[in-house]
C-alpha cells in the first residue's frame, strides 16, 4: 500500500489563533497525546515575538514540558535569529522559516516585504546547517492572498526554489486562506514542481470553504505524499482575517484511508487528542 504522510501542525497552527490563553500544560497533554498516534514529526510551537502572537509566548515552557519520544521529530517556527536561538536552545529538532507568496501577506504575517524576509532567514539556514539543526520551509498564500487577491503561481514557485536553495529540505505549500480550488491548486503546484520535486514539498491546506480534501486530492495526482493537518480541524492564521482551521488530521486521515493509502497512524488515539482539542478550544 501507498504511503501518504501526515504532518501534524495542531498545537502550533491550530492553536496559535485561539483568543483565550491556553496554560502551558493543556499544550504540553496535547502534543504528548498526539505523540502516542506513530507521527513522525509534529509541531510543536513558535519561537515568535509574543507582541505579535501572544498564543505562543510560552514555546519554551512547552518545549521543556514535553515527552519526547523517539523517531519523532518535534519542529518549530522561527521568523528570525532570536527565534533560531531560543528554539535551539529548547531542543527543537527541526526548525522552520515562513515566507509568503504575496506582499501583502508578508507585510502582515512578518512587518517585511518578501525579499526583507528571505534575508532574515539566511542567517537561520546558515546557523541551523552548522547546528546539525534540520530547516523546513513555508509558503503561504499559495493560491488566494487576503491582501492581493489571485496569486500568480511563479510567485510562489519562486519563493519555493530560494527556500530549497537555502537549504530546506522541504517546503510546504501553504494554502492560508482556504479558499484555492483543486483547479488553483493544480496550476500552482504545476508551477512549483518546475523547481522542486514532489518528494519536497508538503501540502498545506486550510479548510475555509469546505475544498481541502479535493485540493489533497489535486495534490496527490501531482504526486505530493506529505500533508499537514491538525487534530481537531484546530486554527486559523492571525494575519489572514476570514481564515479557518487546518483541515482536520481525522478527516485527511480517513479520506486516504478510503482512497487506499497508508498513514500509519493510531486511530483511536488521534479521536482522543480531536476530542482534547476540541475541549482546549472551548467548542467541545
Ligand atoms: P517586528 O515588530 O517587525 O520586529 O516583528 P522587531 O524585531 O521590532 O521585534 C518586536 C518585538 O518583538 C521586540 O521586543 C523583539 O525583541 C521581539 P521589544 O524590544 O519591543 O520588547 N521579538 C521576539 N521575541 C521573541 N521571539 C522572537 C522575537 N522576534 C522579535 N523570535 C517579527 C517582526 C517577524 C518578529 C514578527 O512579525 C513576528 O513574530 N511574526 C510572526 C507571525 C506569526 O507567527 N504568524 C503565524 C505563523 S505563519 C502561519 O500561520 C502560516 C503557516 O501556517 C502556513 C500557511 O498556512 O500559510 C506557516
Ligand atoms: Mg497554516
Not at 485561539?18 to 513522525?40: G, M, T, Y
Not at 526548525?95 to 501577506?105: C, D, K, L, P
Not at 534575508?119 to 487576503?146: H, M
Request: proline share 5%; aromatic share 6%.
Amino acid at each position: 500500500m501507498s504511503r501518504v504522510e501526515i504532518f501534524e501542525v495542531g498545537p502550533r497552527d491550530g492553536l496559535q489563533n485561539e483568543k483565550r490563553l491556553i496554560p502551558a500544560a493543556e499544550k504540553i497533554a496535547l502534543v504528548d497525546l498526539l505523540s502516542q498516534a506513530r507521527f513522525r514529526r509534529i509541531e510543536v510551537t513558535s519561537f515568535v515575538s509574543p507582541k505579535w502572537v501572544p498564543q505562543m509566548a510560552d514555546a519554551a515552557e512547552v518545549m521543556a514540558g514535553i515527552t519526547r519520544r523517539p523517531g519523532i521529530r518535534y519542529a518549530v517556527l522561527t521568523p528570525n535569529l532570536k527565534g533560531y536561538e531560543a528554539a535551539k536552545a529548547a531542543g527543537a529538532d527541526e526548525v522552520a522559516i515562513f515566507a509568503s507568496a504575496s506582499e501583502g501577506f508578508s507585510r502582515a504575517n512578518l512587518n517585511a516585504s518578501i525579499a526583507e524576509s528571505l534575508e532574515r532567514f539566511a542567517p537561520i539556514a546558515k546557523a541551523a546547517r552548522e547546528d546539525g539543526i534540520l530547516l523546513r520551509g513555508y509558503v503561504s498564500v499559495v493560491t488566494d492572498c487576503p491582501f492581493d487577491g489571485a496569486v500568480p503561481p511563479g510567485n510562489v514557485a519562486r519563493v519555493a526554489a530560494r527556500l530549497r536553495d537555502m537549504g530546506c529540505y522541504e517546503v510546504s505549500l501553504g494554502e492560508t486562506l482556504g479558499q484555492g480550488r483543486p483547479e488553483t491548486v493544480d496550476a500552482m503546484l504545476a508551477a512549483v514542481l518546475n523547481e522542486l520535486p514532489a518528494e519536497n514539498l508538503s501540502g498545506h491546506f486550510h479548510d475555509t470553504a469546505g475544498r481541502a480534501l479535493q485540493n489533497i486530492d489535486a495534490s496527490l495526482a501531482r504526486g505530493l505524499r506529505v500533508f499537514d493537518a491538525a487534530v481537531g480541524g484546530l486554527g486559523g492564521c492571525p494575519y489572514a482575517p476570514g481564515a479557518a482551521g487546518n483541515v482536520a488530521t481525522e478527516k485527511v486521515a480517513a479520506h486516504l484511508a478510503g482512497l487506499g493509502y497508508e498513514t500509519g497512524l493510531d486511530m483511536a488515539v488521534i479521536d482522543r487528542a480531536a476530542a482534547m482539542a476540541q475541549t482546549i478550544r472551548g467548542s467541545a
